[in-house]
C-alpha cells in the first residue's frame, strides 16, 4: 500500500463511521508514521514488532527467575538461561546446516539455491513467496537501456499494477512492494521475474548476510581493535575463564596435580603482578563498592489472602474441645429447646411417681380414679 492509498482509505473510513471530530481517531492519525505499514515500507527491523523482543526475553527470564533468589542463585540462573539460548541456536545452526530441506515446487533450481543459502527458518518463509509465484500475472515489459521495467498484477486485484526493475547484467531486482527492504528475502514479484528471465540462483544483491548460514563466521568476530574499555575488558576476562576449566578440571583430579596446578597458579600470578605493576593501570577507576543480596519487595497485584487455622469442634455440653457431647463427663444441665422438653418430661415423671405413693395409702376406689386422671385412658386396677 501506497501513502497515497493509505490517506484515501483512511479518509473513506472517517466519512464512513463519523470519526472526523473524534479526538482518539485524530490522534491516532498523528501517529501514523509509526505503526502504518505504508509509512514504515522502507524500514528494515529484522522481522520485530514494537515490544516483541523484549517481552519474548521476559517470558524465558521468568522461568529461570524468582523475586525470592539472592544475589548468588541471580547469577547462576543467569547462566543457565544464557546456555538454554546457546544451546537452541546451536541446535538450529546445526538442523540448517546438516539437514536437507524438501523441494516441492516446480522450480526447483531457485528453491535448492534458497535452501542451500539461507536459514531453515527463513528458508520457510522464503518459499512461501516461491509458492506464490502463480499468483502473479504478467501485464508487459519494456527497456530502459539495461535496464527492463516489468508490470505484474497479483491475481484477484486486477489494475494494481506493480513495477518490478531488473538489470541482468548487474545482478540487480528492485520491486515496488519493498517487501525486500522490509523482511530482507525477495517477495514474489522478485521470483516471478527471476522465472520470466531464467535465472537458476538468486542474485547475491538480494541475499542478506544475517539470514545465511555463514551468518556466525569467525571473521567477523576477530578482535581488530581495543578501546581499553570495560567491553573489552569482560571479554577477556571470560577468554581466560574458559581456557582455564581445563586446568581446573586436572589439577583436581590428585592431590599431587592439585600441589602443581597451584604452585603454577601461584608463580603465573606473580609474574603478572610485575608486569602490571611497570606501568600497565586499570582501565576502569570506578570504586567497587560490596554487592549485597537485593531487597526484596512487596510485588504488584493484590495481597495473597491468609488461610484461616480451621478450629477443632468443641463440645455442645461443656464448650470444650477433644470430645463431643456424647462422650462428656461434665453432666451439666443443657441450655435450649431440647433441655427445656427433657426438664419437663423429668418433672412429670416424678409427680406420677408422687401420686403412685399416694395410692399406696388409700383405697382402691380412690386408686381407679387416681390411675384415670394419670394416665387418661380407662380404669385400671391396682392390686
Not at 603478572?272 to 593501570?281: I, N, P, Q
Request: a positive charge; aromatic letters at 10%; hydrophobic letters at 35%.
Amino acid at each position: 500500500m501506497t501513502v497515497e492509498d493509505f490517506e484515501a482509505e483512511w479518509a473513506q473510513a472517517a466519512a464512513d463511521y463519523g470519526l472526523q471530530d473524534t479526538l482518539w481517531w485524530n490522534q491516532v492519525y498523528g501517529k501514523k508514521e509509526m505503526w502504518a505499514n505504508a509509512f514504515l515500507c522502507e524500514k528494515f527491523c529484522a522481522r520485530y514488532r514494537t515490544t516483541s523482543r523484549c517481552e519474548g526475553i521476559n517470558s524465558v527470564c521468568k522461568n529461570f527467575l524468582e523475586s525470592k533468589h539472592s544475589m548468588l542463585e541471580l547469577v547462576q540462573n543467569l547462566e543457565l538461561l544464557v546456555r538454554e539460548y546457546r544451546n537452541n541456536e546451536l541446535l538450529a545452526q546445526f538442523r540448517s546446516i546438516y539437514s536437507e530441506s524438501v523441494l516441492t515446487t516446480s522450480l526447483e533450481s531457485l528453491e535448492h539455491h534458497a535452501a542451500s543459502v539461507y536459514t531453515r527458518a527463513v528458508f520457510v518463509d522464503a518459499k512461501r513467496e516461491l509458492q506464490s509465484v502463480f499468483s502473479v500475472n504478467f501485464v508487459g515489459v519494456r527497456r530502459s537501456l539495461t535496464t527492463k521495467v516489468y508490470t505484474v498484477e497479483e491475481y484477484g486485484h486486477p489494475g494494481r499494477h506493480i513495477i518490478v526493475l531488473c538489470d541482468k547484467n548487474m545482478g540487480k531486482l528492485e520491486c515496488g512492494c519493498n517487501f525486500w527492504k522490509i523482511q530482507g528475502f525477495p517477495c514474489k514479484h522478485m521470483f516471478f521475474v527471476m522465472k520470466h528471465e531464467h535465472l537458476l540462483t538468486i542474485p547475491s544483491s538480494l541475499v542478506l548476510k544475517r539470514w545465511t548460514k555463514e551468518a556466525k563466521s569467525l571473521d567477523i568476530y576477530v578482535e581488530k581493535t581495543d578501546d581499553g574499555g570495560d567491553r573489552w575488558f569482560l571479554l577477556r576476562h571470560g577468554a581466560l575463564h574458559s581456557a582455564s576449566r581445563r586446568l581446573f578440571f586436572l589439577g583436581a583430579q590428585q592431590v599431587g596435580l592439585f600441589v602443581v596446578a597451584l604452585d603454577g597458579i601461584h608463580r603465573l600470578c606473580a609474574t603478572l603482578e610485575s608486569e602490571f605493576a611497570k606501568g600497565v593501570h586499570p582501565t576502569n577507576s570506578k570504586a567497587r563498592g560490596e554487592i549485597r543480596d537485593p531487597i526484596v519487595v512487596r510485588t504488584k497485584g493484590a495481597p495473597r489472602g491468609h488461610k484461616r487455622k480451621a478450629s477443632k469442634r468443641q463440645c455442645a455440653n461443656c464448650n470444650k474441645p477433644g470430645h463431643t457431647k456424647r462422650t462428656c463427663t461434665d453432666r451439666r444441665p443443657r441450655r435450649g429447646k431440647k433441655a427445656r422438653l427433657d426438664t419437663f418430661n423429668s418433672a412429670e415423671d416424678e409427680g406420677q411417681s408422687e401420686e403412685v405413693a399416694e395410692l399406696d395409702a388409700t383405697g382402691s376406689n380412690d386408686q381407679t380414679i387416681v390411675v384415670e386422671e394419670v394416665f387418661g385412658g380407662g380404669a385400671l386396677h391396682i392390686p
